[in-house]
């Protein structure tokens, strides 16, 4: 019984990371506002917006392509997410290059991905927090989040 047992915890370790990549069709719904971000309505969805995600090993790479992917890169300074894959939890940061100003204060936007892969159907969230000089004239922006929900669908592996 014991050996049985055992069998049992290694057989499920053995998809550990799983497999998410391929070609994503995904769905967004703005939720959260923290941060008041221009063009974000909360309720508000966006659909079919394209994403490749490629993978080796443990390390997984998100790409926003199509006019989302253009729009984000032009917004955030980039639309690509690296992150890791473990069990079928993937965990990304798209980090911001596109500087902002507001008086003294200046900052990019970062953004995590947090997201979990059923089958082949990934859901999750993604929340927005700005990364600040450190300026006074932050204190508006400072510790605020806006957040997404999402999910994607890929053609069946």
């Known amino acids: 019984m014991k050996r049985l047992a055992c069998l049992v915890i290694l ?12 070609h994503y069709t995904v769905n967004v719904t703005d939720e959260a506002n923290g941060c008041n971000l221009s063009n974000f309505t909360q309720g508000q969805s ?3 917006i394209p994403v490749d995600v490629t993978q080796d090993g443990g390390d997984v790479t998100l790409t926003l392509t199509g006019a989302v992917g253009d729009y ?4 955030l ?3 690509v997410f690296s992150g890791t894959v473990d069990g079928s939890h993937v ?15 200046a900052f990019t936007y970062n953004a995590e991905l947090d997201g979990d892969l059923a089958g082949d159907t990934m859901t999750g ?24 929900n999402f999910n994607g669908t890929r053609p069946p592996k």
């Open 11 to 22: 057989a499920g370790c053995g998809s550990d990371p799983a497999d998410v990549t391929g």
């Open 46 to 48: 966006s659909t079919n």
């Open 72 to 75: 984000v890169n032009l917004v």
């Open 77 to 79: 300074g980039s639309n």
């Open 91 to 105: 965990a990304a940061t798209l980090f911001g290059t596109r500087s902002q100003t507001m008086n003294g204060c």
């Open 125 to 148: 969230s993604i929340s927005y927090t700005p990364k600040t000089n450190g300026s006074p004239d932050c204190a508006s922006i400072e510790g605020c989040t806006s957040t997404q």
